[in-house]
């Protein structure tokens, strides 16, 4: 391993901007992340994305308090090994619809009312890079060529994307859990 400067502590995602702090460290990481490692074997992976999350934070000098760690490394494990900020909503049992109206609408249904929830992409390019790793699996492609997508998840929850020309907005994503 490459030996690192040791920039001035960070007390709290406040004394910056969080958004910074996530990146640095997210980018930090993906670039100790051996690339070859099988990801199919999500626990094994996810303690090693562990280790090399607390070693990144020591020998950065970032201290954040115990939730706030927390909460960091669940956002970039989120980014890594699942759906970015839809993760937590896709584990939620009492959501029956998500919908993303470009990075900043996200909006979800939940007893049969639609509420908008606080939850956001960092960009248009955010939201396509969550819809491509939704959409890949199954097959399929999402771009300007073609730029709507139906689909059924292994769950059977249905989705449905639709991207610019087609869509005026942005990147738009409907997830419908079964």
Avoid: C, W
């Amino acid at each position: 391993m490459q030996a690192r400067r040791v920039s001035a502590p960070i007390t709290s995602p406040q004394a910056g901007s969080y958004f910074d702090l996530k990146t640095r460290v997210q980018n930090k990481l993906l670039a100790e992340i051996d690339p070859s490692m099988d990801v199919t074997r999500t626990d094994e992976v996810r303690r090693t994305i562990q280790s090399l999350f607390e070693q990144i934070l020591t020998e950065e000098n970032i201290v954040l308090s115990r939730p706030e760690r927390a909460r960091l490394f669940e956002q970039i494990s989120a980014e890594i090994l699942g759906f970015g900020p839809l993760q937590s909503l896709l584990e939620d049992d009492t959501i029956t619809e998500i919908m993303v109206n470009g990075p900043k609408n996200v909006y979800i249904e939940r007893k049969g009312k639609v509420h908008r929830v606080p939850i956001t992409f960092e960009s248009n390019d955010h939201v396509m890079r969550i819809i491509d790793r939704i959409v890949a699996p199954l097959g399929r492609r999402i771009d300007e060529s073609s730029p709507y997508v139906d689909a059924r998840l292994p769950d059977g929850s249905r989705v449905n994307a639709v991207i610019p020309p087609i869509s005026l907005v942005g990147p738009v994503l409907t997830i419908r859990k079964f």
